[in-house]
C-alpha cells in the first residue's frame, strides 16, 4: 500500500489509537487519512536551488523525510517543460500556487548572491558599470529576492518554516524585505562556517564561506551554527583556509554533503519537537501526537466538519475557507 514510502511513516500515523483522536476531534478519519498522506508526501522543498537538500533526503530514508519541489533554472516545470525561470512573472505565480498547495513543511530558498557581493556594490559606487550590466543583474537578483521573502512570509502565516541563506557579507542582509521577514515573530538568524560542513576547494583545501542562514525553526538554527575556531588564515583543522573566489567560489556555491546533512538532521528534530515525527513505538504511545492533530487542524491541512447549510443533516468537510463537500 505505501511503496512510495520507504519510511512507512504513514503507516505509523494511520494507527487506530491516532485515527480515534482524529475522530474525537469530530472529523472525517477518511478525510484526515487522504489529507494528512499527501501533507507527509512533501515535507521539504526548495526554491531557487537545484535539487540538493530534497536530493539527500532520498539517500537518508532513516530520516523519515519525504522531498517536496526543487525549483531553479536547472529543473524543467512539467506544465510546459519550460526551465523555472524566475524572471518571468508566469512562473512566480505556479511556484506560488505549488507553495499554497503543496504546503511543504519547510522551504529551503537559496537565490543568487553574486548582485549582492560587497565589491559589486563598490564597483557601482565607483561607476565602473557604464553598460548598465550590473545594475539590470542587481534589480533581476532582487526581484528573486522579494519573490523569497514573499513565500517565507507565506509559510511562516500558515505555521510552517523557512530557510534563507546568503553569505554573511552580502548586502542582501540589509534590504526591506529581508528585514521584513526579520521582524516576524521567531525568525532569526545564525552565522556558519562552511569549512565545518566540508566545504574544500578542488585541492582538498577547506573554504570557510562565512554563510548566515536565517530560519524560523529554532533547531535547524542551532544546527547550522557552526564556526571555524581556526586562528591567522588557519582552519580548525590546522590547514590553511583557501580563498573563496573564482573556480573555488564556483564550486563552493554547491553545498557539502555536511551542510545538506545538518540542516536534514535539524529539520528532523524540529519536526520530532513538534510532535510530528513518531518515534518508533514510543512514539505510537506519544501524547505529542494529539499537536499533530492541533497543528493540522491550525494549517487547514484536513477537514473540519461544518453544517450543511442546506440543512440535510450530512456531515459535510472541507478545508477552511473553501465550500463544503459531503464527506466520503
Ligand atoms: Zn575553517
Not at 148 to 177: D, F, I, K, N
Not at 242 to 254: E, F, N, P
Not at 284 to 309: F, G, K, T, W
Request: proline share 6%; with cysteine.
Amino acid at each position: 500500500m505505501e511503496a512510495e514510502n520507504p519510511g512507512g511513516m504513514d503507516v505509523d500515523l494511520m494507527d487506530p489509537e491516532i485515527l480515534a483522536l482524529v475522530e474525537t476531534f469530530g472529523c472525517s478519519t477518511a478525510a484526515y487519512a487522504r489529507e494528512h498522506k499527501q501533507a507527509w508526501r512533501r515535507m521539504v522543498s526548495e526554491i531557487f536551488s537545484p535539487p540538493r537538500v530534497t536530493k539527500m533526503i532520498k539517500l537518508m530514508p532513516s530520516l523519515k523525510l519525504l522531498p517536496g519541489f526543487a525549483l531553479d533554472l536547472t529543473e524543467l516545470d512539467p506544465f510546459d517543460q519550460l526551465p523555472w525561470d524566475f524572471d518571468r512573472a508566469d512562473k512566480r505565480d505556479r511556484a506560488r500556487a505549488l507553495v499554497l498547495t503543496q504546503k511543504p513543511m519547510f522551504l529551503i530558498g537559496s537565490p543568487a548572491c553574486a548582485a549582492f557581493s560587497s565589491w559589486q556594490t563598490l564597483n557601482a559606487a565607483l561607476g565602473r558599470d557604464r553598460d548598465g550590466l550590473a545594475h539590470r543583474d542587481r534589480v533581476r537578483a532582487e526581484v528573486h529576492l522579494r519573490f523569497c521573502c514573499e513565500l517565507y512570509a507565506l509559510q511562516v502565516q500558515h505555521g510552517r518554516y523557512l530557510l534563507h541563506e546568503h553569505p554573511t557579507m552580502a548586502t542582501s542582509w540589509g534590504l526591506p524585505c529581508i528585514r521584513e521577514v526579520l521582524e516576524i515573530n521567531g525568525v532569526d538568524l545564525r552565522r556558519s562556517d562552511q569549512c565545518q560542513f566540508g566545504q574544500i576547494d578542488v585541492h582538498g583545501g577547506p573554504v570557510k564561506k562565512p554563510t548566515t542562514f536565517m530560519s524560523n525553526s529554532q533547531c535547524v538554527l542551532d544546527a547550522l551554527a557552526k564556526t571555524c575556531s581556526g586562528h591567522g588564515g588557519s582552519c580548525s583543522n590546522g590547514a590553511p583556509h583557501s580563498l573563496c573566489s573564482g573556480d573555488t567560489a564556483r564550486r563552493a556555491a554547491i553545498y557539502p554533503a555536511g551542510l545538506c546533512k545538518a540542516i536534514l538532521r535539524g529539520i528532523a528534530h524540529q519536526l520530532k519537537s513538534d510532535g510530528y515525527m513518531a518515534d518508533g513505538e514510543q512514539g505510537m504511545q506519544d501524547p505529542s501526537i494529539r499537536e499533530v492533530v492541533h497543528h493540522l487542524q491550525a494549517e487547514d491541512m484536513y477537514c473540519l466538519n461544518v453544517d450543511d447549510p442546506g440543512g440535510s443533516g450530512a456531515r459535510l468537510c472541507a478545508p477552511i475557507g473553501e465550500p463544503a463537500k459531503p464527506v466520503r
